[in-house]
């Protein structure tokens, strides 16, 4: 039933869009090491930038497997399924690379993909850029039909709270204590050290 495509089509690309999220999946090369899967949205963060290229917004979270993994050993993939409508599964698997806000690339590259500025900029923890090796779709027959509600607004709400009652430096500070490594001990989020006051 599963097809591997060739490139991201105009089809692909649109089908991608009309999806609510998407979903990460990276793993350390340690055999002992933690397989780690986030999901992200909303949708409007992905982008596909060439047919076998797509970026997508990284936002400051709880941890940072992700950006563990990809800097170790570039391995990742994007994994969306339809919620409503014909079923399917798309798997994009690839070598990831990383764009921190901190990079003199990270403006650039944020007007390049189109994306919009979220309401607390400082939020923005990296752009992470996916050269696709292998696209492949299956049936998606056992993923639940769901209807959206909408977006949730507890990022954008928790990340101004942050910035609102710690000043411009409180999200590099809560990566430099939460994100600095992953659950392995792999490195993660580099942050100079703060400059004190």
Not at 176 to 193: E, H, Q, T
Request: with cysteine; glycine share 8%.
């Amino acid at each position: 039933m599963g097809k591997i495509f060739d490139a991201i089509d105009d089809r692909l690309e649109s089908w991608i869009a009309s999806q609510p999220m998407f979903f990460v999946g990276t793993a350390p090369l340690d055999a002992d090491g933690h397989v780690n899967v986030s999901p992200k949205g909303p949708i409007d963060t992905l982008r596909v930038l060439t047919p076998t290229s797509v970026a997508y917004l990284d936002f400051v979270g709880s941890g940072a497997e992700t950006i563990a993994h990809v800097r170790e050993n570039g391995r990742i993939v994007i994994m969306l399924c339809a919620f409503d409508g014909p079923p399917r599964i798309l798997r994009l698997h690839g070598r990831g690379d990383l764009v921190a806000a901190s990079d003199p690339r990270f403006e650039e590259l944020m007007e390049l993909c189109g994306f919009a500025e979220p309401p607390t900029p400082e939020a923005r923890r990296a752009i992470v850029l996916v050269e696709v090796e292998r696209i492949a779709d299956s049936c998606g027959y056992g993923v639940s039909l769901m209807k959206q509600e909408g977006r949730r607004p507890h990022m954008d709400l928790w990340a101004a709270k942050k910035v609102r009652v710690g000043g411009p430096e409180a999200l590099l500070d809560y990566q430099r204590d939460k994100n600095a490594s992953s659950i392995d001990g792999l490195p993660a989020v580099d942050l100079p050290a703060r400059v004190p006051e």
